[in-house]
């Protein structure tokens, strides 16, 4: 039997990506909380209720679980509307329990990674237009100044926005998430507040903080014409992936908001990401479609013979992730895989899953690709937006009734990468033997 280990560079960050509404619980006075009481929104009529219940504390134990696997950083998110309760609030006592959590992760040797803006916003940001007035740039601000400074003395790498490219998909496009438009302008609109947002939120992290590493995370699908030698597929893929993955990076490169016969000049966003946080799950086939003008012209669909997840969220495509990296590196700055993982409640793919996608980021960081670090999405199975619980990402099993944990093989397979910080053709043998030749030929 072949014997290896694929080594990853020292210092490289390990964790899993969590954020507050998944798995709080109780955040009653935000947006989703609203949405899950409207019937037909979420898959089933889940709700996320008590979700993990960390807002009680049981953030620490699982932190402990973290810690244990041998996990050196962690990637977590605040809830706006908990910390500013209504517009002239602000509550203390939440920011108190950020800080435990940011202190909680230094106690247990990780690098704590904080997400100012996870999907979720105050219900009172909702009522004055939420992301379509151009008022949330300032708002934003002033909820970044103030949780930076309660929190600086234990973090230095923050994301404003997670998926900001998916928030003006899903919920001004798609109509699929709050406030449930399906509206071009809207969407557009909404795309330039989250970039303006980002860089005045970029500036005033830097006022606070010099030494402070200031990103976004990109929800990034590599989008493929589906026959290649149709022109028509190539200008729908193309078209698609300039909104969905190209739109914000290069505005943060170039300090211009550039789409198919549409930009707006943003200087101020010129220069404001001090690293790309690139969220890869799988990737897309484009065929164009004239009917479908309000998608962008384009049907999106899963190569036909790709291996899909538990209830076909996403299709096994390690490779994407490789290609996400090389694309990521046109913006020049360093990269952190801040998503990646796979639902899988029996966890029969997961090992697989993630030793082939971490086996493309060891190619990557062979090639010198800029990559500093990889969060596994997610620690315990977490409330999944629209689709409820029906999807299961975590390395430990949530029984949500009873908040009892149960840990997957993955979570073991996890802990001993984190450890060796590397991937040897043992854990592969042991883990994924289905893969072993495919890994170590020969
Ligand atoms: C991403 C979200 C994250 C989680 C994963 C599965 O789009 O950022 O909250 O739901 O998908």
Redesign the pocket.
Known sequence: MAQATFHFPRGFLWGC?T?SH?VEGRNTNNNWWAWEAQPGRILHGDKSGMACDWWNGRWREDFDRAAEGNQNAHRFSLEWSRIQPAPDRWDEHALDRYREMARGLIERNMTPLVTLH??TDPVWLGEKGGWENEAVVDDFVRYTRKVVEALREYVTYWMTL??PN?LALQGYLLGEWPPGKTDLGAALRVYTNLARAHAAAYHAIHEIQKEARVGI?L?VRPLLPAHPASPFDRWAAGMQSSMLNEFLPRAFQNGVLRFPGWFRRLPEAKGTQDYLGI?Y?TLDLVSFKLSKASELFGDRFYPPDAELSETGLSANLPKGLFDSLKWGMKFGVPIIIT?N?V?DSKDVLRPRYLVQHLHQVWRAVNFNFPVKGYFH??LVDNF??ERGWT?R?GLWELDVATQKRSKRPSADLYAEICKENGISSEMVARFAPEIFDQMFPG
């Open positions: 990506g954020s998944q996870h999907f997670n998926e998916l995370g929800h969220n799950y998503e993982g639902e999405w997610s999944e937006w999807q990402f």
